[in-house]
């Protein structure tokens, strides 16, 4: 007969006074006196605030993101230069300088254009901008207003305003 592992009582009785070396941890998976319950919904529990935090960080993220206002471009596409000689006045006017107080930069100012479809422009320009509230006040300053005059003097070209993601 063996008893809790052991051949016999006698053999029991010699080690019954030893304790393990390794606490063992009883009731981890017994619903007792002590309150413990089921490990399995312990688990769902935890799975479910895990879902939950998940969702309320998405959420607050998805907010954060609603929250930033998007960049704006300013794109100038000229198409052709009718006056060279005029328009050599441009780019001393419209320096980097001009688009610092407004939070702009320019992203492409080349006349470097490879045509895939279509006809290029003769030159490209595109300025970023924080916002578009800010890319109009550039537009409304001085400095701006100076360079479309001899833009429109000096060149077929166009201009516009594109909100960005």
């Known amino acids: 007969m063996r008893v809790n592992g052991f051949h016999g009582r006698a053999e029991f009785e010699k080690f019954a006074h030893v304790r393990p070396l390794v606490p063992i941890y009883r009731g981890c998976c017994r619903v007792g006196s002590q309150g413990e319950g089921d490990p399995m919904k312990a688990n769902h529990k935890i799975a479910i605030a895990l879902v939950a935090g998940i969702a309320v960080g998405g959420a607050v993220i998805q907010g954060l993101h609603a929250q930033a206002t998007p960049p704006a471009y300013v794109v100038v596409d000229i198409s052709d230069i009718t006056d060279p000689e005029g328009f050599k ?74 909100e960005g993601m």
Request: charged letters at 30%.
């Open 89 to 162: 006045a441009i780019p001393p006017k419209a320096g980097p300088e001009t688009l610092a107080p407004f939070g702009g930069k320019y992203i492409i100012r080349t006349e470097k254009i490879t045509a895939l479809d279509g006809t290029a422009p003769k030159r490209f320009v595109v300025i970023a901008f924080d916002s578009v509230e800010k890319a109009k006040a550039w537009k409304a300053s001085p400095s701006s207003k100076e360079v479309d005059a001899i833009r429109d003097k000096t060149t077929k070209s166009s201009q516009f305003l594109v």
